[in-house]
């Protein structure tokens, strides 16, 4: 198991050096615990009264301040600094600052007190970035922010505040730029499900047992993915330390995970069918699921994730697609038998950016999972979404016009609002491993910027319809295509409507480099 999440990890960690720091080059350009475990040592608290006094005058101080507690030690032996977290949050956001002003010399550095009175005072706008910078960048830049906290001793909620807590700063202090919507929440949300994605993903290379070479290159592994966290290890000295690994799987490696890798080619096209401005590129992609739904014991934040990237050779971006979906609340409502039904409020990111559309955004869902086993060999798997989407993004022709964009230095091509949708979707797997699954998502979002000029009104339809079928080769290998279609229907008060259709279909092989659990679910 050890060696196959190693290969794993290093998989993931190939694929993010690729595009992780193109992405916070962009970001950094303007453009761009409930259930404690043991600790990995023991520890002895004092029971005297005077603890106990001391305790209580803690607690009576602040009930919300967040404090420091050196004698808790976290799963992986990291102990709870609060300064730690806030410091290298200032760190970050100064680096970024640094980089722009010394480096680029860019024009929106010039901060002084008076900048940073200007933007509290002048309160939120939108800006006109790229898709990429405000949709990728941004969240990765985020991501950062709430590494700082989960490698500080921090949980997931704590963490999120930290990356609001540091998107918020920098649209504060750390340009001249008026402070945006989108960036905060891209930032502050989307940075949490990215970030808490590559910490659990950083945990499967990791191994505290190993020593010489294996422990080395393991570190090097988990530091590319998630940097914040290696630097953490690497300055307390835990990179080299021999203790325990955490004892409860979901921490580390679950008792249910999978990643697979898959190569192949796409043909997207714009119009009526695929021969209708049709283009073929290669593509490179990993799916990788951490826990389960139904089988997972533990079900604090991110216990349950899925997380899907796809690399678009020859496209305008390579970066094609990055999903993320992260369970919140757990809870059982049929357990047992043939039949399961799961109840599941999730965190959802998504970024999709290729020659012919653009569409994402930060998401919550309330989501029912069931699951009925038809055979012994065969079982078949539904989900239903409710989506309440924070802010999304979508491509859209009149967004040019929009006159609320301060400092100007470009024409957006994207509109920007809120939303709500529905998802359906089914999955036929036989002896663990799926074999046809479809998927129906309708989102409608309400332009709050972009498309909507002079406060007029403007919304988008978005549908997206899948259909995918396998055919396992073997134990790990697999051959694969699928059909998909992005429907867009834009409705505006003062133009002319417009909506885009964009069939494409992909042909690849699959190779499960990491199962564990029965596979693939």
């Known amino acids: 198991m050890a060696g196959t999440a190693c290969r794993s990890g290093w998989a993931l960690a190939a694929l993010l050096l690729l595009v992780a720091p193109e992405g916070f080059a962009q970001q950094a350009t303007g453009q761009t615990n409930a259930e404690r475990l043991q600790p990995a040592t023991p520890v002895t608290i004092a029971t005297t009264p005077a603890v106990a006094a001391d305790t209580?005058?803690?607690t009576a101080e602040s009930a919300l301040a967040i404090q420091d507690d050196e004698?808790?030690?976290?799963?992986?032996?990291?102990?709870?600094s609060l300064g730690g977290a806030v410091g290298e949050?200032?760190?970050?956001?100064?680096?970024v600052w640094s980089f722009n002003e010394y480096i680029r010399g860019a024009d929106f550095t010039q901060v002084s007190p008076r900048s940073w009175w200007e933007n509290i005072s002048g309160g939120f706008t939108y800006d006109d970035n790229?898709?990429?910078?405000?949709?990728f960048a941004h969240p990765y830049h985020g991501s950062l922010y709430h590494s700082a906290g989960r490698s500080n001793g921090f949980n997931y909620w704590e963490s999120l505040g930290f990356s609001l807590f540091g998107s918020a700063m920098w649209e504060c202090c750390g340009e001249t730029h008026p402070p945006a919507w989108n960036d905060w929440i891209a930032t502050g949300v989307g940075g949490a499900a990215v970030g808490e994605t590559l910490y659990r993903l950083s945990g499967t290379v990791l191994?505290?047992?190993?020593?010489?070479?294996e422990r080395t290159w393991r570190e090097i592994g988990a530091f590319a993915i998630n940097p914040v966290r290696g630097f953490n290890r690497l300055v307390s000295g835990r990179s080299g330390r021999v203790m325990p690994n955490p004892e409860q799987p979901e921490d580390r490696i679950p008792n249910i995970m999978s990643n697979r890798l898959v190569a192949g080619v796409?043909?997207?096209?714009?119009?009526?069918?695929?021969?209708?401005?049709?283009?073929?590129?290669?593509?490179?992609?990993?799916e990788f699921k951490f826990g389960d739904e139904f089988s997972s014991q533990r079900r604090k934040p991110f216990d349950i994730f899925d997380f899907g990237l796809q690399l678009n050779l020859g496209d305008k971006e390579t970066l094609g697609r990055l999903s993320i979906r992260g369970n919140l609340f757990t809870t059982d409502l049929k357990k047992g038998g043939n039949t399961q039904h799961v109840f599941a409020v999730e965190q959802e990111f998504?970024?999709?950016?290729?020659?012919?559309?653009?569409?994402?955004g930060q998401m919550f869902d309330a989501s029912l999972h069931s699951r009925f086993g038809l055979s012994s060999d065969w079982s078949l798997r539904t989900q239903l979404d409710a989506i309440f989407m924070v802010l999304g993004a979508v491509n859209s022709e009149w967004a040019f016009l929009a006159n609320d964009i301060p400092n100007r230095e470009r024409f957006r091509e994207y509109d920007f609002g809120p939303g709500v949708g529905g998802r359906i979707g089914a999955h036929l797997s036989r002896k663990g491993r799926q074999v046809l699954s479809a998927f129906y998502w309708y989102q409608w979002i309400d332009t709050q910027n972009g498309s909507s000029l002079n406060g007029s009104d403007a919304y988008h339809i978005v549908q997206l319809i899948g259909l995918r079928g396998m055919v396992p080769i073997g134990s790990k290998f697999g051959i694969g295509a699928d059909a998909y279609l992005f429907l867009r229907d834009?409705?505006?008060e003062i133009f002319d409507d417009t909506s885009q259709r964009v069939p494409q279909v992909r042909l690849y092989g699959t190779w499960d480099v990491a199962m564990s659990g029965g596979g693939r679910r």
């Open 266 to 286: 796409r043909v997207i096209g714009e119009g009526e069918s695929l021969s209708d401005s049709s283009e073929a590129h290669g593509l490179f992609q990993i």
């Open 56 to 58: 209580g005058a803690k």
């Open 490 to 492: 834009s409705h505006f």
């Open 130 to 135: 790229h898709f990429t910078t405000n949709m």
């Open 71 to 80: 004698e808790w030690i976290g799963p992986w032996g990291e102990k709870r």
């Open 207 to 213: 191994d505290n047992t190993a020593t010489g070479a």
């Open 89 to 95: 949050i200032v760190a970050i956001n100064l680096l």
């Open 350 to 360: 998504q970024y999709m950016n290729n020659n012919a559309f653009e569409f994402g």
